[in-house]
């Protein structure tokens, strides 16, 4: 038997096969996030959301959804740039999907530790930009190209305190490739102590919070989709499972994405936060640092009303890059001092 | 007088309102959404579990079909044009004199209709319409909505006494027919 496994993972195919296995674990894992979201934000409303479905509490809600996006009329509109309007759900969940192959669950648990790992995840990010201002081109539709131009401004803003934040942490650890980030959060040599990155990026992680946030654009950030008078942006003519793909997906897939980058740049990915707590397998640290931040994003977006365009622009030019700056100077202030 | 506070007359200069530590409102905002996914929810899941709605809720519009003298007050009030009134007259023998009498034929109020103003109640002279609050009169075919005489009657049941007057309240304005002017 374990000659048979020894032989299985050292065959080039089944790993491959395992990686694309864990990527398209990521399709449910949207489901129940969405489920998740709907109760939460139910339950803060006073209200208790889908109960029906599946039984206990509703938990089959999102399922049925993604049944009925399939079952839906797929409409491509007349004036549309065809190959391009088809194209884009591809484009967008490659974004997505593209941040979970350097998220490490353990010392050698991860698709591939790049060296320059946290700068991959940041590009990989912004692929969906491009597909949502494919989207918004493709539709021939003044709504939807609005909310790509919307889209494409406001992640142009976003993108610079997200990349100082993480451009800080990767100062306190020396190195880019998450392993080693997640690594240089281990136990100090000289006290012993497991501190993770949040105790130096008390500045950094509310700022990469925001940011992560409005990359997801999702409220309060959410003005390129902005329900009320884009109808969703970009994504006004997309039906059935393109809309549920470059939509609903995306943006569960690629929230689950940026909050594990977090779990991974804050609170220490796969290590637990007492060296006591070892023989835990580190995947479970990972998916509960993970899960904290994700319900971070869910309750913000339950609590706060959305920005104005000129509101958002200015708290990102005025407010989170100057943070992000000063975090860099006290972080570097931090690499200097004896605590590190 | 407080300069934090907003002037009456809505002119009061936003800059000089009292400012909190930028972030504070943020997490007041945060904590009171957490309080509240944490306190229970006041869905009530209707079909499964009933709630019981205030006494004197608007439901259903009763009538009571012998106190009603085909005035068609109600009808012509009825800003909707849901009730239905046919009548005849009948002549009746009273001692030597005849006299004619309205006789109700059909009354019907179309729920489907009825927006539930309740004008028809208040302008009805001779209390021949009351508010019932029963509410469970769904339908599948919309024809159903349309309440007869007899189904309006049997809401009847359902109506409670009126309200006892506040103390030293007037009474009411109509004289009953039996103290008449004579």
Redo the contacts between chains.
Sequence with gaps: MAQLLQQAFSNDLFILALKLGFLLMLLPATLVLGWVELK?G???????GP?YPGGFHGWAQTLADGIKFVLKENIIPLAADKFVFALVPFITMLGAALIFVVIPAGPNLVIEDLQVGAFYVLAASSIGVIGVLMAGWSSANKYSYMGALRAAAQLIAYELPLVLTVAAVAMLAGSLSLVDIVEAQGPNSATGLWIPFLFYQFLGFPVYVAAATAELTRPPFDMPVAEAELITGAFTEYTGIRFAFSFFAVEYISMIGLAALGAVLFFGGYLPPIPALDFVPGIFWLLLKTAIILFLLI??R???PRLREDQLQKFAWKFLIPLSLVNIFVTGLIKLSPLA | MNENLPSPNGSGDPRKYKRTTFGVG?LK??G???R??I?????V?YPDETDKPPPRSRGVIALKTENCTVCMLCARECPCWCIYIDGHKETRKEGKRSKKHNILDRFAIDYAICMYCGICVEVCPFDALFWSGEFEYAEHDITGLTHEMERLNQWMYSVLPPEVLDEGAEGPEVKSASQGEG
């Design positions: 939460l139910a339950h803060m409303q006073h209200r208790l109960m309750w913000m339950w609590t706060f | 943020l905002g945060l009171i959404t957490f509240h996914l306190s229970p929810a006041v869905t899941e």
